[in-house]
């Protein structure tokens, strides 16, 4: 059985990692690429974590709810809403798999790194999709498949990244449809380099 990784205990030193800040960056400049975000939608970022891709698209957005399951990953994301001066940013508590579901509708829900943590993709995918407008989008960032190699803590890791097929097929089978996988990113890692996707789909 793979244990649950304790976020708490991480979140105090999480953004001292260039590469997860630069990786943020990246990701949000693909969403911005894939898709219009237009001023008036209202987003939710599932797996915040401390905020980083949050943060980036705050500007862009008449609101955004981070929401993640570890209370010391958003205490860090409520320190930079403070210093941020940012009025439309708000979190949440909740662990979606456990069916606590955050309040609203939302016209665009985002992820970043997050999926390989999930056990059962597609009753997750199935479950965003019930939180989105009719016509919302979902913006999933996540590693495409690797050997297993990324994670030297294997800790709450349940997949090696995802292949674009693998990706495509979970969310058909939630539901979703116009349905684009993109390269988002590339990770450095020593001598390694490992891609991450964006994958961006439609609800019905």
Known sequence: MIQQRNFDTVSLHWDEEPRRVMLARDISVSIQAQLALPQQWNALDFGCGTGLVTMQLAPLLQSITGIDSSSGMLDRL?????????????????????????????????????????????????????????????????????????????????????????????????????????????????????PVLLATAQSC
């Open 78 to 194: 409520k320190d930079k809403i403070k210093n941020s001066g940012y009025s439309n940013v708000v979190t949440e508590l909740c662990d979606v798999e456990k069916g606590t579901l955050p309040t609203g509708t939302y016209h665009l829900i985002t992820s970043a790194m997050t999926l390989h943590h999930i056990e059962n993709v597609v009753p997750l995918l199935t479950t965003l999709k019930t939180l989105l407008h009719p016509g919302g989008w979902v913006a999933l960032a996540d590693l495409a498949s690797e050997d297993g190699s990324f994670h030297e803590d294997p800790t709450g890791i349940f997949h090696h990244g995802f292949a674009a097929e693998e990706l495509t097929t979970m969310l058909e089978e939630s539901g979703f449809t116009s349905i684009s996988i993109t390269a988002a990113a590339n990770i450095s890692k020593g001598e390694r380099n490992f």
